[in-house]
């Protein structure tokens, strides 16, 4: 497929983006609310299975995506791939929650035309949006084309009030076509997350964002996050050039369940790498290298530990079309074609802003693998 026929996928894509944002801004707000200190943000969170948390933003923000791509694409051959499901949210105990995904849901879509998409003709009901989250349930795979969607990327750091992403791509045939990542708490003054301001709270640091690119077309870009409406204004962004390790900013995920942070703080540290890793929930750290506050994203999972593809998919192709380079830790390029994971990776993945720079660390990893432990 040509990149120039993507036109209506990728503005679709950008302003849905733009909304799920702001129905994120307002959950989160809610949450940091005094009422939302009791462990649970007021019945606005639940844990999976696995303990990891989900909450109404999560469901809401899958809710409007799909209900948006269905409107406007039709829903005959739409297959969307989503973290969430249903299956919580339908029980009985959680007609509560159910409530406040509805409440929040139908106040994003009741703004939808002053973000140029549809809006329905009136508020949705239960059953609409329990259908709509039901919708994704693609698995993707090698053929035919995906949306691929983490509602909300980095729930712990949602909940806590730091930063996380709206992440959509979409996927053909196994490749990533677009990736649009909303970034609300993103400190959008040049070298705001350089210096600590990932917090929802900097002080007066201008934040919050969309990123988006599509594959080929050799440009990223970044629009501003305004409250109530899409912006006018757009911004180039353009990975750094620093290609020295000792020069560079890595950073690493906060969680240590699916990272190794010992094995990376040895490798900077056999590369001469001086500052200290930025430890970011979400694809934040993709955004931080397309738009320069960062050079290096390393990521080495525990061997039990299988990547998802939303976890990675809009990130990848935002920072590549900025000017960056992401593989795996073999330097082999991510395979989107398997399904739900990202299948065969070789120890980890390693996102750099430059070429010069992506092989100098793909080389210290060869280096330092046979002292490690993983």
């Not at 549809?118 to 949006?129: Q, T, V």
């Not at 440009?219 to 757009?234: D, F, K, R």
């Not at 397309?290 to 990130?315: L, N, P, R, T």
Request: glycine content about 10%; some cysteine; hydrophobic content about 40%.
């Amino acid at each position: 497929m040509e990149v120039e026929s993507l036109a209506r996928e990728m503005e679709t894509a950008v302003r849905v983006v733009h909304l799920a944002s702001s129905l994120c801004v307002k959950v989160q707000e809610k949450l940091r609310l005094p009422s939302s200190t009791n462990g649970n943000g007021g019945g606005h969170v639940k844990s999976k299975d696995d303990d990891s948390p989900v909450t109404v933003a999560d469901w809401g923000v899958q809710a409007i995506v799909s209900w948006v791509l269905a409107e406007v694409f039709g829903t005959q051959n739409l297959s969307i791939v989503a973290e969430e499901d249903t299956d919580s949210l339908s029980k009985s105990e959680s007609l509560g929650l159910l409530d406040s995904v509805s409440n929040a849901v139908n106040e994003a879509l009741s703004e939808a035309h002053k973000y140029g998409l549809p809006k329905p003709d009136k508020p949705l009901g239960s059953h609409d949006i329990l259908k709509a989250i039901g919708r994704c349930n693609s698995t993707g795979g090698p053929k035919g084309r995906h949306w691929v969607l983490d509602p909300v990327d980095g729930t712990l750091g949602f909940v806590r009030g730091d930063q996380y992403a709206v992440a959509l791509a979409l996927i053909e045939d196994g490749k990533v076509l677009l990736g649009v990542l909303g970034c609300p708490n993103y400190p959008v003054k040049k070298e705001g997350l350089r210096n600590g301001c990932n917090q929802s709270g900097a002080g007066s640091v201008s934040k919050g964002c969309v990123m988006y690119a599509k594959r080929g077309s050799g440009q990223a870009w970044m629009q501003p996050l305004i409250p109530g409406g899409y912006p006018e204004s757009t911004t180039l962004l353009k990975a750094s050039t620093v290609d020295d390790p000792v020069l560079a900013t890595v950073c690493e995920p906060v969680e240590r369940a699916n990272s190794n942070h010992l094995f990376t703080a040895g490798l900077a540290n056999s590369m001469g790498v001086r500052k200290q890793p930025m430890r970011v929930y979400s694809m934040v750290k993709y955004a931080a290298i397309a738009c320069g506050d960062a050079e290096v994203f390393m990521k080495f999972a525990q061997s039990s530990y299988k990547e998802k593809i939303w976890d990675h998919a809009a990130g990848v192709v935002i920072v590549e079309e900025a000017g960056g380079v992401v593989s795996d830790a073999g330097g082999r390029k991510l395979d989107f074609s398997k399904g739900v994971y990202l299948e065969g990776l070789d120890r980890g993945i390693i996102a750099c802003s430059n070429t010069v720079l992506h092989d100098k660390i793909i080389g210290a990893v060869y280096a330092s693998w046979e002292s490690s432990s993983l």
